[in-house]
Nanobody, 124 residues
Framework: QVQLVESGGGLVQAGGSLRFSCVAS????????MGWFRQAPGKEREFVAT????????YYADSVKGRFTISRDNAKNTVYLHMDSLKPEDTAVYFC?????????????????WGKGTLVTVSS
């Protein structure tokens, strides 16, 4: 059974930083691209960032480019999302995702497995 377990959410002031972790089990982690999505209240789930199986390639949504960094440690079956310069509009539930193949995840259609999500609230 595949599990993606996120941690690291919480309440932070605007301008602050947070780091998420997502530990994967039940799959060969290095065989999957990984990504992060988010869903704000009343909005659709949207793409945030993705990283390919080896960590050599990353891709970000324009809204987070330059502020968020995705990385992975295949030895620990873990993907990270480091978020700097947080804004109130970053408030959302953040979901870890494992892709359907080793390439970058471009949309929800490219996700094979989802985590349950972790909430981030950015106060102004």
């Amino acid at each position: 059974q595949v599990q993606l377990v996120e941690s690291g959410g919480g309440l932070v002031q605007a301008g602050g930083s947070l780091r998420f972790s997502c530990v994967a089990s039940g799959l060969t982690f290095s065989g999957y691209a990984m990504g992060w999505f988010r869903q704000a209240p009343g909005k659709e789930r949207e793409f945030v960032a993705t990283i390919n199986w080896s960590g050599d390639y990353t891709y970000y949504a324009d809204s987070v480019k330059g502020r968020f960094t995705i990385s992975r440690d295949n030895a620990k079956n873990t993907v990270y999302l480091h978020m700097d310069s947080l804004k109130p509009e970053d408030t959302a539930v953040y979901f870890c995702a494992a892709g359907a193949n080793t390439g970058l995840i471009r949309s929800r259609d490219g996700v094979k497995y989802w985590g349950k999500g972790t909430l981030v609230t950015v106060s102004s």
